[in-house]
């Protein structure tokens, strides 16, 4: 007869969820999608996810934050985009709201002004004026940028 492992104790548990949350910002989805991968009774999910905010080591509203931030500065996403991957990690529409407005709506703009040029230099002389213009604004679209955005940057290039 094949021995049992003991199951782990809350305490190892509560570490292995820290060391986990730590790593990085977490949402509270995401880390109950990581803590129910381990297999453990429901109840004891609750528990820890219970501790684990209470201890503030999980707040949809600062992960909002970070990552709206994170996400606009480093990769040069827009707003539909991060506000698509905000609620696919289940954040309030209030959370993702709030993690918008800490945009500077001004480096925003700049910003797809800085990708129109970027996406204009990579295209070929060859191509017509709309094709050059649907290139780059298909660019943009995909970045996450409103079509407003988008007009106001193509202007800026004119």
Not at 44 to 62: H, Q
Not at 138 to 151: A, I, R
Request: a positive charge.
């Amino acid at each position: 007869m094949a021995k049992k492992k003991p199951e782990p104790g809350f305490d190892s548990l509560m570490e292995k969820a820290r060391r986990f949350c730590v790593y990085r910002e977490r949402g509270r989805f995401e880390t109950e999608q990581k803590i129910k991968s381990w297999g453990i009774p429901y109840e004891l999910i609750k528990k820890l996810m219970g501790a684990l905010e209470e201890e503030k080591f999980i707040d949809d509203t600062r992960f909002a934050a970070i990552y709206a931030r994170g996400k606009f500065n480093s990769n040069k996403w827009g707003k539909i985009k991060i506000t698509a991957y905000l609620r696919e990690m289940r954040i309030s529409q209030a959370d993702i709201r709030d993690a918008l407005q800490g945009i500077d709506m001004e480096k925003y703009e700049q910003t797809a002004v800085d990708l129109v040029k970027k996406k204009a230099a990579t295209l070929k002389e060859t191509d017509d004026f709309y094709t050059r213009q649907a290139k780059i604004t298909n660019y943009l679209l995909q970045k996450g940028y409103e079509m407003h955005v988008v007009k106001n940057a193509l202007r800026a290039l004119k």
